[in-house]
């Protein structure tokens, strides 16, 4: 994940039938959890990030594949499948604007992610402690 993302505070974002954890990576559609792959993840979110704004292709490509050359066609299977896992075979959330790039156009609601303990490792009681010498 780029650092623009690794070094800002992780929010809830509710979207249509939608909420996306993303201090945890964890994304619900229709209340149901489902799996999305590292590029439409980091696409999502920076769209997120950005909603309501027209985002370029090469805006996305930028900062989705950074130091990278890519194709217009792997942008495209990108939002693709993006499309397809948030059911958004209308393209009503995530709209292309022709010759420039893509905007998302359903309404974005923002939380701030409640801080969750860390989870610690339990000591190993087991082994032997450490005596210098």
């Known amino acids: ?4 993302y ?5 929010h809830i974002w509710r979207f249509g039938r939608s ?12 209340g149901q959890p489902v799996h999305l792959h590292r590029k439409p993840m980091l696409v999502l979110l920076h769209l997120l990030v950005r ?7 090469d805006e996305l490509a930028a900062t989705c594949w950074p130091r990278r050359v890519i194709s217009d066609t792997v942008l495209t299977t990108t939002i693709n499948r993006l499309r397809a896992v948030l059911g958004d075979e209308d393209r009503l959330l995530i709209r292309t604007v ?14 701030p992610r409640p801080e969750r303990p860390r989870m610690l490792r339990p000591v190993d009681q087991s082994a032997a402690p450490f005596e210098g010498g």
């Open 19 to 30: 909420v996306l954890d993303e201090g945890a990576l964890d994304l619900q559609v229709n």
């Open 98 to 111: 022709h010759g420039f790039g893509y905007r998302f156009a359903c309404p974005v609601q923002i939380e």
């Open 6 to 10: 690794q070094s800002r505070q992780k």
């Open 1 to 4: 994940m780029s650092l623009q």
């Open 51 to 57: 909603a309501g704004d027209l985002v370029t292709k």
